[in-house]
T-cell receptor, first 117, second 116 residues
């Protein structure tokens, strides 16, 4: 089973709203990722969690706040977003500790399409 | 310098024919992995195939094969017997063991359209 689930599938929010994106995997993976993807562009890495600790933050604005409550769950809390934050948000996971990082496949969820009005 | 280059923004192929999607990469890390993903209009990034830098043989997964030419630093995806459902955007990606903190680097993608 290589399934990563994400909820909600679609989200519309105003600039003053607070919302959260959720991601879940049950593959025993110990690394989880958030990506942002604009239309017709490659995904851009936002955050990486390794063994439930934040290991990479790609200088993402503080209006995006990640959280990893346990090894299976990853949240992205959104507050005071801007219209330019409208995008597809993808979660991914990969195994860790089984050889080099170059051997680890990232498995992606279906994404959340976010529209900020 | 761009680490992953996909030179074909768009490709067309007739149903049931084979198609090759190009990918070249740049790294000085001796240990790395190359990945291809398919992204239909629904948005999900679907993992297709993986090639490790030390793998002697080209990877194959069903109708997908990876033409790995290490000296040329190319990792082209070959899709045989194209189907209408293969119409999607395809991304080539690389992860390096020792460089770039293991982050995945993606190419700009190729949009494949399969014609009936």
């Amino acid at each position: 089973d290589t399934e990563v689930t994400q909820t909600p599938k679609h989200l519309v929010m105003g600039m003053t709203n607070k919302k959260s994106l959720k991601c879940e995997q049950h593959m025993g993976h110990r690394a989880m990722y958030w990506y942002k993807q604009k239309a017709k562009k490659p995904p851009e890495l936002m955050f990486v969690y390794s063994y439930e600790k934040l290991s990479i933050n790609e200088s993402v604005p503080s209006r995006f706040s990640p959280e990893c409550p346990n090894s299976s769950l990853l949240n992205l809390h959104l507050h005071a977003l801007q219209p330019e934050d409208s995008a597809l948000y993808l979660c991914a996971s990969s195994q860790e500790g089984q050889g080099g990082l170059g051997q680890e496949t990232q498995y992606f969820g279906p994404g959340t399409r976010l529209l900020v009005l | 310098a761009q680490k992953i280059t996909q030179t074909q923004p768009g490709m067309f192929v007739q149903e049931k024919e084979a198609v090759t999607l190009d990918c070249t990469y740049d790294t000085s890390d001796p240990s790395y992995g190359l990945f291809w993903y398919k992204q239909p209009s629904s948005g999900e990034m679907i993992f297709l195939i993986y090639q490790g830098s030390y793998d002697q043989q080209n990877a194959t997964e069903g109708r997908y094969s990876l033409n790995f030419q290490k000296a040329r630093k190319s990792a082209n995806l070959v899709i045989s017997a194209s189907q209408l459902g293969d119409s999607a955007m395809y991304f080539c990606a690389m992860r390096e063991d020792n460089t770039n903190a293991g982050k995945s680097t993606f190419g700009d993608g190729t949009t494949l359209t399969v014609k009936p």
